[in-house]
């Protein structure tokens, strides 16, 4: 693993060992929809200690990687197809057992924790953006630049789309990425961390985890699609152009 700096923006580094974003995620760092920031800078927003984190990412090079996918290797195409099987998947899955639970979790707790009310409201509406905007995905981006993928393989032109340039859907989706990541910041702020109180019941606790999870795996999905697929599409597209 390279030496990283504080100027070393915090997409290239989980970029280059996946196993960061573990400790971007201990320190509050958000590595997808911010992952263009400097680490000194994304430490500053978190309120993290940036030489801590510098050497909690040195400690990585010192062990031996777990085998974990090169996700900036894959060709764009065979990446979406990962994304769909894994983190759609999931995604779907999730939302239909964490949802009823929260909404349980308000149910029962909601007069004497009336910040699990607000924590069911925003999940709901989280769930029903990701319902929509997974369906844009797999119906209108993720279709077109499989296309360009494979036009750009062949050496034939570009397909024509229906948004002018990929760059168009892209924005959208990155703004949507940023909304579901700020309602589950908001998630976050409300559970006190995930962090249940004392006299939570077993449900109440599993939902907490769970929304933790649905979290963490929110950030991983969103990272390989801002700063992995979404570049790779754009210069696909114009590599394509260009020699047209």
């Not at 990412?57 to 894994?86: K, Q, V």
């Not at 709901?124 to 750009?152: S, T």
Request: glycine share 6%; net charge negative.
């Amino acid at each position: 693993m390279p030496t990283f700096s504080a100027d070393t923006p915090v997409r290239d580094i989980v970029n280059e060992d996946f196993r960061a974003a573990a400790v971007f995620e201990k320190h509050g760092i958000d590595f997808c929809c911010g992952g263009g920031k400097a680490l000194g800078s994304a430490c500053a927003a978190a309120g993290a200690d940036s030489g801590v984190v510098l050497n909690e990412l040195a400690a990585l090079g010192e062990s031996a990687p777990e085998p974990a996918p090169r996700f900036t290797s894959w060709e764009a195409d065979f990446l979406i197809d990962y994304i769909e099987a894994n983190h759609h998947t999931y995604v779907r899955s999730a939302i239909d057992t964490i949802l009823p639970h929260a909404c349980k979790v308000a149910e029962k707790h909601g007069a004497t924790h009336p910040e699990v009310v607000e924590i069911a409201r925003v999940f709901e509406a989280v769930a029903q953006e990701l319902a929509h905007h997974m369906m844009k995905e797999e119906h209108i981006l993720f279709p077109y630049i499989r296309d360009l993928a494979a036009q750009v393989r062949a050496g034939r032109p570009v397909p024509p789309s229906p948004f002018g340039t990929v760059r168009n859907p892209i924005r959208m989706m990155e703004m949507e990425h940023e909304s579901a990541g700020s309602a589950m910041r908001r998630i976050r702020e409300l559970s006190a961390q995930f962090a249940p109180p004392a006299d939570a019941c077993a449900t109440y606790k599993v939902t907490y985890q769970e929304l933790q999870e649905f979290e963490r795996d929110l950030h991983q999905h969103i990272h390989l699609e801002n700063n992995i697929l979404h570049p790779q599409a754009i210069a696909l597209e114009s590599g394509a152009a260009r020699q047209a």
